[in-house]
Structure formats: C-alpha cells, structure tokens
C-alpha cells in the first residue's frame, strides 16, 4: 500500500511529468500549430481539418498490439520509461530537418505528415503502458484529484510553452521557426521521460498469473459481450467522435476570417492552457466527489460551448474565448475519461479497457474526419460546425440517460 507520503511524491514527480510534456507538446499541438504548419506547407484542405481525427486514430490503432504486449509486464518502471522514447526519434527528425533545412513544398508538408504519423503511432504504444503504470502510483479514492491537479501543471507547461511559441513564430523564418519548436518538443518530452525511476511503484497484493495471447483475447471478448454499461459508455464516446474535426477547424476558419497573423497560435495555446489546467482541476475534484461520468458531461458540453462561440464568431474576442472552450474540454475530458477506464475495468485488465474504447472510436473517428472532409468544399464551414454540434448534444444524452456511472455502482457492466 502506498503510504501518504508516496503519494505526494509520485504527485510531485507527476506534476514535473506533466509539466514538461504541456511545455513541449504547446509547440506540436493538433488544434493550432499543426494545422497551422501544414496549411502553411500547402497541404490540402481536407488534411489540414483531418489533423486532430487523425491523431486521435493513428493513438487507437496500436493500443491493443500494446495491450497484448505489456500483458505479463513484470517491471512497470521499465516498461514505462522504454515505451516513451518511441516518441523521441520521429519529433527530432522532423525538428532538425525543418529547422536546419528548411524544405518547403509538396514534398516538405508530406515528409512532416510522415513524422506526425509515426508520432501518433508510438504515443498509442505508450497509452495502455501508462495507464498501467499510474493505476500503481495512484489509489482510487484520489485518482481524479491526482489527476486534475497533474494536468493542471501540464497547462502551466503549455501555457509557458505557448508564449515562447508566439515569440519563436514571430522572430523566425517559416519553416525554420517551426522546427525550433519541433526540437523544443523532443527536449520537453525527454526530460518528462527520465523521471520515471523516481516514482514510488505500490507492489499487487498478488503475483498475476502469466496471460496467453488466446487467454488476453477471451477476456477482451467477454467485455464486449457481458459488459453493458460500458458499451452504452462506447456509443456515447462514438457520437462525440464528430468533435474531432472541429479541434482542427478553429484556428484555420477563424484565420480565414479575420486574416491574424500565424504568431497569434501561440496565444491561442496560451489561452488554451489556462482554461485545461482550471478545468482539469475541477473536473478532478468533481470526479472524486460525484462521479467522473458527470466530469465528462461537463467536459462535452464546454466542447458544445467552443462550437456555438466558432459559428457565432465577429470578432477576435470570440476567437479567443472559442480556444477557452476548447481548453477547457480537453481539460476537464483527460482526468474524466483516465479515471473512467479504472472505473469501469474494476478488477478487470485497465489496459484492456483502455485500449478497447480507443480502438472501438477509431473508425468513427475516421468517418467523422473524411465526412467533414469531403463536405470542406461543399459546404460553410459553419454549417459543418453545426452538424457537429448536434452529435455532441447527441452524446452528452446518451451520456446522461443511458450509462450508470460505474463510481457509484458495484457491477458497472449493468
């Protein structure tokens, strides 16, 4: 059992973690910078908007390859720490050939769209490994505030990290500038990553017997088969699922309509910050007090708030108040949905619940990204933001209505 002061010093180490990864991660986001980068680039439209879809996608496919994986993980302070640094190679090759040699064109927006995929690749490897790893740093009864006040720090980090960006984008030459920031990106996550060691690890009551591949998959079967109230969970994050090319839209149909300059990303990260780390918090404290499906809920609906402000838009007060939305869904969205997959998985594998959601919303993510895509031509992008906006209403019902929260019930699969 981990004893009070274990507790603080993993929530201490965490905050660092975290803290490094919002400062990095402000200079390769997939609401701002990205979408910006690769307009710039002369990607086509329909990648630009498909950004953020396509991210959460390339997350969810590895996940249950590293399910199975890390199934017999016998020492998670290792596994954790080898897992992160699949992400160091794709971020600094892609930060020293964009700040040393400047390519420009067809080929250049191609060669980063490469990058990025392999990044998005290997954080998917990380996920189901991490959460592993924070279920035996953590205990239940605080996992949300640990969590909402480590996600606060990543905002800290993102929120400095935002206002060196501007200064960067502003002083540099495009594309170099963006580079600089790709190269920050791989400092900031390295150093989040070497801090693993220091964490206080509490050892299972239990040695786990040793899983077979066929043994991982029956379990994942009867999941899916006998756990009903986490389906009635997954049709909920489905219909959400046609958030995800809003996230890229914002900076680029705002740009379009009132023609800021690119620099103005880093205030939108700053801003974007700000609200995430606010709103982490609450949600954390909410989770902990009255169950995280309600912090979700508040999460969908700060995200239905970020739509109707985009549509409404006249000026760059509103610009700016749509990426306080934003940030504060993404925020208060991670502690409620991390502290979720613990819920729901109970006694079961949280590894496998992790990666059974991400891997159930991908195709619809996928769906979500090309419809949008291929009506970017054909339609306002208003009219595209309101379509979204009536699936996220749409899931926050099925949210209120239809999943029990599994916080305040013994069997979550009722």
Known sequence: ????????????????????????????????????????????????????????ILIAVPQLISAVIGRNIRN?????????????????????????????????????????????????MIFPIWADFLKHVTVRE????????SFAFNSLGGFAGGLISKEILAAGSFPSNF??????????LVIGTVIFPLYRVEKPKEIQPHKTVRQFL???????????????????????????????????????????????????????TVAFGLASYAAGRVGDRLGHKTALIMAMLFHLSAIITAITARDMAMVYLVFLFLGAGLGAFFPASMSLVYDFAGKRDNKTIMALTDTSLA????????????????????????????????SVAVMIFTVRDPKHISDASQ
């Open 1 to 56: 059992m981990l004893s009070t002061a274990d507790r603080r010093r993993n929530l201490a180490l965490n905050c660092v973690h975290e803290a490094s990864w919002g400062f990095g991660i402000a200079f390769n986001n997939a609401y701002a910078i990205i979408p910006l980068f690769l307009s710039l680039l002369g990607a086509p439209d329909g990648v630009v908007i498909s950004v953020a879809g396509l991210f959460s």
């Open 76 to 124: 998670i302070k290792l596994a954790v720490l080898g897992i992160h640094t699949l992400t160091w190679p794709p971020l600094f090759i892609a930060g020293f050939t964009f700040a040393f040699l400047a390519p420009t064109g067809s080929s250049a927006w191609i060669f980063y769209y490469i990058c990025f995929i392999l990044y998005g690749l290997a954080i998917g």
């Open 142 to 149: 605080t996992r949300g505030t640990f969590f909402g006040i």
């Open 179 to 188: 580079g600089w920031g790709f190269l920050l990106t791989f400092s900031a």
């Open 218 to 272: 029956a379990e994942t079967l009867s999941i899916l088969r006998n756990h009903r109230n986490f389906r009635r969970y997954v049709v909920g994050r489905i219909l959400f699922t046609a958030n995800f090319p809003a996230v890229s839209m914002y900076a680029i149909h705002a740009r379009s309509r009132f023609g800021f300059d690119v620099s103005e990303a880093g205030i939108f990260t700053a801003l974007n």
């Open 363 to 394: 195709p619809f993510t996928f769906i979500a990204i090309m419809t949008a895509g291929s009506l970017a031509h054909m339609v306002s992008p208003e009219l595209i933001l309101a379509g979204i906006g009536v699936f996220i209403a749409l």
